[in-house]
């Protein structure tokens, strides 16, 4: 099936804990922010806007040719700034968005084109998402990542920190179930008008425990589409030690 028509809006927060000026940093001579939107409008998307919450990332995104809208910086999380966003656009209802991260300057355009079809080809669900195979018992176990576990249609039934499916009969804790778990990506793809109501949604108490945003939309009986994707995604930038990691991996790419 072709891909739906949808747009690329990424989200890109000034402030940051672990990495101040976060979208703003320099990655090969041009900001992270940029290169992560040159990446997504190398996928299918329509066009391609950073919703940023302060003017100098708007000015920088400018400066390089990205579409940039400057949002309310007091939101809370960026589904709220992304459902702002949506309304400046004056999106449509049916409308398809796909939230592509602003700290993923490797993401494969492939990978967004692939949520976006998911959810394309999915009338029932209000949203789509992404997940690889796990083949380490270590992150399995890991709570900083997050795990999906799915129906036999690809369809969300639950995700979580903790290790689940949890294996029962384990032989070895170091063991990992069959079929391997399946590790979430982040990466999202909405019909806009679920994307405009979701932040007046009441917070599921399961997404105050986990710190997981997605757990509302199945509190409140919304569906979520996975996509199973077989490759690990490309790392992200969390911390400086991941913008070098980054830095590197991008110095190390042939020109061209």
Known sequence: MPTPSFTVLIPARMASSRLPDKPLADIGGVPM???VARQAALSSAQTVWVAADDERIV???RAHGVQALLTDPGHPSGSDRLAQACRMLALE???LVVNVQGDEPLIDPGLIDAVAN???QRPDCVMSTAAHPMADSASFHNPNVVKVVTDRLGTALCFSRAPIPFWRDAPDARMLPTPAPLRHIGIYAYRAGFL?????LEPAPSEQIESLEQLRVLWHGGRI???HSES????GVDTPQDLERVRALV???PAG
Do not use: E, N, T
Request: hydrophobic share 55%; aromatic share 4%.
């Open 232 to 235: 690990v995604p490309a790392p």
């Open 196 to 200: 405009m109501d979701f932040p007046s």
């Open 118 to 120: 998911a959810l394309g």
């Open 33 to 35: 922010v940029v290169r």
């Open 59 to 61: 000015q920088a995104c």
């Open 225 to 227: 589409a996975v996509h």
């Open 93 to 95: 209802a049916g409308a």
């Open 251 to 253: 110095a190390a790419k």
